[in-house]
């Protein structure tokens, strides 16, 4: 069943968090701060800047290649959330004309320059907060806020919603399942037969909710989460690894690799 793959595939980021690679080793707050830094470096540029935000790729390809996560598996769920950023930003050429430059001869607009940045911003963030989950776990990055003073409520709240939505999707495969057995996978695909699954999973979810609380409550639950143990100290490694993280940012962020890396090309061609 195919319903049956995508629920399995649902925990494979939380397997990939469990390798021993120098990344996920790393303080899960080192990895907070340093992808905070480089989402605000990047959303930092203006609206028609394409080329400077373009070495920023090396940064993730760089984590992805240190901390062994398959390219194939961050390309997918990029695909599934770039259809947000395509709607975004597709209204943008209709609206702004003007001629920026000429490219091959063809005018090239501004509302088009503005709509590839949205999409090189887009896919420059989501790609490193995936990596990020990769190597940290999201319980790790739920470490790394609550050192980091976030409200613990907040914090809480995130943990059940990534928890219980296996619950939830669980919930739901079942009934799935079941329609598909009893109508061979080829009756019941009507409008209305889905509606009717949708309110039975929405009375069925709150059922299970008050189990799993009350089930909670009996085995001593106060509204505070538990955390498996972590190092509480930051390495030289955590702290190499952030000053080397900032200094790229930095080098990124205010100087044009872009042309550095043309006028070498042309000394060495001209040598």
């Known amino acids: 069943m195919k319903f049956d793959e995508e629920f399995f595939n649902l925990g494979y980021i939380d397997r990939l968090s469990y390798k021993d690679t120098f990344i996920h080793n790393l303080d899960p707050r080192v990895k907070v701060f340093v992808t905070l830094i480089f989402i605000i470096t990047v959303v930092s540029f203006s609206k028609y800047e394409v080329i400077m935000l373009l070495p920023f790729f090396i940064f993730p390809a760089v984590l992805l290649t240190a901390g062994d996560v398959p390219l194939g598996f961050v390309v997918k769920r990029l695909l599934i959330v770039f259809p947000f950023a395509f709607f975004v930003g597709i209204f943008n050429p209709i609206f702004d004309r003007a001629t920026a430059l000429y490219l091959f001869g063809f005018p090239v607009s501004y509302g088009l320059i503005s709509f590839v940045s949205i999409i090189l911003r887009f896919t420059l963030t989501i790609s490193i907060l995936i990596i990020l989950i990769a190597t940290t776990s999201f319980s790790g990055v739920c470490y790394a806020l609550k050192k980091f003073r976030v409200p613990e409520l907040f914090i809480n709240q995130l943990l059940f919603l990534y928890r219980y939505i296996f619950v939830l999707v669980e919930e739901a495969m079942r009934m799935v399942r079941a329609k598909e057995l009893r109508s061979f996978g080829k009756k019941g695909t009507e409008l209305k037969h889905f509606a009717s699954l949708i309110g039975t999973l929405l009375i069925k979810t709150i059922e299970r909710a008050e189990r799993v609380y009350h089930a909670m409550l009996s085995r001593g639950f106060k509204g505070n989460m538990p955390y498996s143990r972590r190092k509480n ?26 042309l550095i890396l043309e006028n070498l090309i042309k000394g060495i061609v001209k040598s």
């Open 233 to 258: 100290k930051i390495t030289v490694t955590d702290t190499v690894f952030t000053l080397a993280s900032l200094l790229l940012l930095y080098f990124f962020r205010f100087h044009n690799i872009s």
